[in-house]
């Protein structure tokens, strides 16, 4: 049983391990995304994590805890850099693992491990949804805002183009009705 070992020890010793896992995490914030097996991806979520969340606060103390673990000052730079402005707002899950299938050589299962913030292939911006509390006059105020925004954008273009609602509504009388042809099936039978 392993109860208690949260470490994924990866078939290596513990200064092996830990070199693999710098090199791995330089490598990742260098490219935003890095090939690898799902083994070493989960362990690599788990040891660059902390890392972005440490590089949110751009000190002295910060900056020293980061280049001890990944012992790389341009990877410390770009984390500190370009990476912590993306996911400044954002409060955890910096990484997505993507499962690739298997390799070809000896069937090891492979991902791809990404920076979220980084990836131009998903859309980032999403609709605001509507507010669910019912007391809160913030959220309400917004959506009324919203609403009248909606409503002025489509009024003016449908009012030019669209024709008048009663020429809509009205029915040529010339036209014969649908359900008198299966009536005079079922007569006729």
């Known amino acids: 049983m392993r109860h208690g070992k949260k470490v994924a020890h990866l078939g290596r010793t513990n200064t092996?391990?830990?070199?693999?896992?710098?090199n791995m995490a330089s490598s990742l914030i260098e490219h935003k995304r890095i090939n690898t097996t799902v083994a070493r991806a989960k362990a690599l979520k788990t040891f660059?994590?902390?890392?972005?969340?440490?590089?949110?606060?751009d000190s002295t103390h910060n900056r020293r805890i980061a280049f001890r673990e990944l012992r790389d000052k341009y990877a410390v730079a770009e984390l500190f850099r370009t990476i912590s402005e993306k996911v400044g707002d954002r409060p955890g899950g910096y990484t997505r693992i993507i499962k690739m299938g298997n390799r070809l050589g000896d069937n090891a299962d492979m991902a791809l491990i990404e920076l979220v913030d980084f990836?131009?292939?998903?859309?980032?911006?999403k609709p605001k949804k509507k507010?669910?509390?019912?007391?809160?006059?913030?959220?309400?105020?917004?959506?009324?805002?919203?609403?009248?925004?909606e409503t002025t954008d489509v009024a003016e273009p449908a009012t030019e183009e669209a024709p008048k609602a009663e020429e809509?509504?009205?029915?040529?009388?010339?036209?014969?009705?649908?359900?008198?042809?299966?009536d005079e099936k079922n007569e006729a039978e």
């Open 16 to 22: 092996h391990r830990k070199a693999m896992l710098a």
């Open 48 to 57: 660059i994590e902390p890392l972005i969340t440490r590089s949110k606060v």
């Open 119 to 125: 990836n131009e292939v998903y859309e980032t911006a």
């Open 131 to 149: 507010s669910r509390r019912r007391g809160s006059k913030k959220a309400a105020a917004e959506v009324t805002e919203t609403a009248e925004a």
């Open 168 to 182: 809509v509504t009205e029915a040529p009388t010339d036209a014969p009705e649908t359900d008198a042809p299966s």
